[in-house]
């Protein structure tokens, strides 16, 4: 009689395990990469930050980054040289696109803020003041950091390529 209470016992241990490893791997989500590359013309200006980085534009598709409290979305965009980014502030505070590193902005005009601003010649991606809009074109092929100078904290990133 114990054997039979045993082996019924170990049965019913099996079965719940075999069904708790079913549902384990049927619970686990698929794992998908995105073998999807952005076309030239393709721009993004809503959505959450992170789910649209890497926006790819033409250099006669205008670029449009919104700035909320989460920060620049996309945070990441890709422009052909000569293209243009006009930044949007919806996020109820201030907003100063200032190319990195903080606080020197540098990196893309190569001169000290005080030095270009404000930017009469218009070379320095730097917007110089707080305002709910900013556009700058870039001439220089690379990869160009920018911040908020209001919430330093708040960054992005533009890569212009060749045409």
């Known amino acids: 009689m114990y054997m039979k209470n045993f082996i019924w016992a170990l049965v019913v241990v099996v079965i719940l395990g075999g069904g708790y490893l079913l549902l384990q791997n049927k619970a686990a989500p698929a794992t998908q990469t995105d073998t999807t590359t952005p076309t030239s013309d393709t721009t993004n200006t809503n959505g959450s930050l992170g789910a649209n980085v890497g926006v790819e534009v033409g250099i006669n598709t205008p670029t449009v980054v919104t700035y909320s409290t989460a920060g620049f ?90 045409q």
């Open 73 to 162: 979305s996309p945070s990441e965009v890709t422009v052909k040289k000569g293209g243009t980014v006009t930044w949007t502030n919806t996020s109820g505070g201030d907003m100063w696109v200032a190319s990195g590193p903080h606080p020197a902005h540098t990196g893309y005009s190569g001169t000290a803020l005080a030095a270009h601003c404000p930017d009469t010649t218009g070379t320095a991606l730097d917007q110089c003041a707080n305002g709910s809009t900013y556009t700058f074109t870039f001439d220089k092929v690379g990869i160009w950091p920018y911040h908020n100078h209001s919430a330093s904290t708040k960054f992005g990133k533009v890569i212009v390529v060749e």
